[in-house]
């Protein structure tokens, strides 16, 4: 942390709301996914048609020739919806429903395998995200995983990340999630206080949490991931202390932590309607980054390193990671997806409203159930809406996203893309200097603490002008 640049007492601060109003906070893509249009699907569908490119960079060795392949899985059902939640879920769905899914979800699969832009690449990684893939059965995952890797082999995969509401997990179902390769499993635990559990909408309970972890750790996935969320619906300082002691107690590989957000379509922001109410019943900004900054320090001492905005990974003593060896720190833990889409990897994308990136083009899957299937059951590629980013636009997407991890090198988008963000960016990064929230030295872009805390809402200042007061999603 550059304690000289963390200077709240002069510095400027940048615009932005103190309470939780309305809207995305969180940048996951760019340009923002409300420029992504109908129009624009043919590009996606010609980028299909081209091999794959060189791979450009990657800091984990053995280094493929062409652009690392991630295959993408939305599994849409949920036991209940949370009051947060703003994805696209369905908590109806029989089982005869969730056949067709995962039939239509391989169908597509199989229709990508045969596009020169898979150029046989196998998969480096894998993602199933929700929605809740633990909610499907045991024979549903072994049907769904033995023909996801006929179609596209796994033999080369790097990491198999599995999200889980710690609810739907058996012992049962763990071991078979376990044998089907998942290297990272992700427990949804968001809180361990049950009243705070219940009054968000979430199916779960801690004693269920405590009876998953314990289970996942015996059968010895390489990597547990617990997710908590700063700032729900009634959360306090004293229960947050005490839900990241229990974090710590725990003992995971590594933690991830969100700024509770309110977009337009969750059950809060209907609420919020209904009353009147401008204002999200949660924690205010300022809070839920000082919550996070507690939880930071806490791990710290714990002996986690914080790996990006969100992320705390389990030091190794005397252990060497990938990320070690490619001069990052020692750590256990990796999020191989994240760094490799954070980088330009390609992102073959399945599932209703799932968004994908192959051949650098961006896009975005059809949001309703029987669409999604009508059109698999055509033949046809599901695809909603798409965009190419300009050159310029594929820096500024890959320079925020890595900003997220506190430290950019300027030599990696120099030989990539032949411009120095240190000209390219020149405005922006002098306001985060006057803003006390980041730094550039020699080669590296670096962020302060207080400014990896609240990274999402400066990331807007790299943004193209077209883009900055436009709606996110
Ligand atoms: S479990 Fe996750 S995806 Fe499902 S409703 Fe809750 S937040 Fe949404």
Redesign the pocket.
């Known amino acids: 942390m550059n304690e000289t640049i963390l200077n709240t007492e002069t510095a400027k601060t940048p615009t932005g709301e103190k309470e939780t109003t309305v809207g995305n906070y969180f940048v996951s893509n760019y340009p923002p996914f409300s420029f992504w249009k109908p129009e624009f699907v043919p590009d996606i569908l010609a980028a299909l048609e081209r091999p794959p490119a060189h791979n450009f960079f990657s800091t984990i060795e053995p280094r493929p020739s062409t652009t690392p392949l991630g295959i993408y899985l939305h599994i849409p059902f ?1 036991r ?3 009051h ?2 703003y ?1 696209k ?1 369905y908590t109806d769905k029989d089982s005869v429903a969730i056949r067709a899914y995962i039939d239509a979800a391989l169908k597509e699969l199989s229709i990508y395998a045969t596009k020169p832009i898979i150029g046989g690449r196998t998969a480096n990684f894998v993602y199933f995200g ?3 893939p633990s909610y499907l059965s045991v024979d549903q995952l072994k049907y769904l995983t033995d023909g996801m890797k006929k179609i596209i082999p796994w033999d080369g995969v790097e990491e198999v990340t599995f999200e889980c ?1 710690p609810g739907t997990l058996t012992d049962h179902k763990l071991k078979a999630i376990r044998e089907m390769g998942v290297t990272r499993l992700s427990l ?1 635990v968001e809180n361990f206080c049950d009243h705070i559990l219940e009054i968000n ?3 779960h309970r801690s004693k269920e949490v405590y009876r998953a972890y314990g289970y996942a750790r015996e059968l010895g996935f390489p990597q547990i991931n617990i997710d908590i969320i700063a700032g729900m619906v009634e959360e306090t300082e004293a229960n947050w202390h005490d839900c990241i002691a229990k974090t710590i107690e725990l003992s995971p590989d590594s933690v991830t932590i969100y700024q509770m957000e309110v977009p337009y379509n969750t059950t809060i922001y209907q609420e919020m309607k209904v009353a009147g109410k401008l204002v999200a019943p949660v924690a205010d900004w300022e809070t839920k980054r000082a919550w996070v900054n507690y939880a930071f320090n806490e791990l710290e001492k714990a002996g986690y390193t914080i790996s990006s905005a969100y992320t705390a990974v389990r030091k190794q003593p005397g252990g060497e990671s990938q990320e070690s060896k490619a001069g990052g720190p020692s750590t256990s833990a990796q999020f191989i997806y994240r760094d490799k889409l954070w980088a330009g990897a390609d992102l073959l994308s399945l599932g209703v409203a799932s968004f994908g990136h192959l051949g650098g083009t961006h896009y975005q899957n059809h949001h309703d159930f029987e669409t999604y299937l009508a059109k698999i059951t055509q033949g046809e590629l599901p695809i909603f809406r798409a965009l190419t980013p300009t050159n310029d636009e594929k820096l500024i997407r890959e320079f925020v996203l890595q900003l997220k991890r506190g430290r950019v090198s300027c030599d990696y988008f120099h030989k990539k893309f032949g411009v120095d963000p240190r000209v390219r960016f020149a405005k922006a990064l002098q306001t985060l200097q006057e803003w006390g929230f980041g730094k550039i030295e020699g080669d590296s872009v670096s962020l302060n603490r207080e400014g990896l805390l609240q990274v999402d809402r400066l990331l807007h200042e790299f943004f193209l002008p077209e883009h900055k007061n436009a709606r996110y999603a």
Request: charged content about 25%; glycine content about 24%; aromatic content about 12%.
């Open positions: 949920c209940k919806r949370c947060f939640c994805f879920v929700g929605g809740t509401e949804g909408g979430r199916a």
